[in-house]
């Protein structure tokens, strides 16, 4: 089972950037994918980014704008968010699941062997 502590988040100006950072703790990490997904009221959890020694897979609404960073050796992601737009606020979920980012992010992401963290609110208003 793994773990997670997240921070960052809060509330920025259309346009701002924020950053979100989780570390992760747990067995055999290295093997793992780490990423982050965002659920807004009333929609479904989206794809924002999955990341692993395969590469980094980002959902098609953060492409360009969000960047997703990794350190092995302190078991952390960071997720870059920069061009913060309304439809961005929502839950930031950090997670981790056995494989690589592509399977854990593709198709609207993997919906079984899933570790969650508790979340962190992201709002962007005027």
């Known amino acids: 089972q793994v773990q997670f502590v997240e921070s960052g988040g809060g509330l920025v100006q259309p346009g701002g950037s924020l950053r979100l950072s989780c570390v992760a703790s747990?067995?055999?990490?290295?093997?793992?994918?780490l990423g982050w997904f965002r659920q807004a009221p009333g929609k479904e959890r989206e794809v924002v980014s999955c990341t692993s020694d395969s590469g980094t897979y980002y959902g098609d609404a953060v492409k360009g704008r969000f960047t997703a960073s990794r350190d092995n050796a302190k078991n952390t992601v960071t997720l870059f968010m920069d061009g913060l737009k309304p439809e961005d606020t929502g839950v930031y979920y950090c997670a981790a699941r056995f494989g690589n980012a592509q399977a854990m992010c593709s198709n609207g992401g993997a919906t079984y062997g899933v570790s969650w963290g508790q979340g962190t609110q992201v709002t962007v208003s005027s």
């Open positions: 747990g067995s055999n990490l290295d093997y793992y994918a």
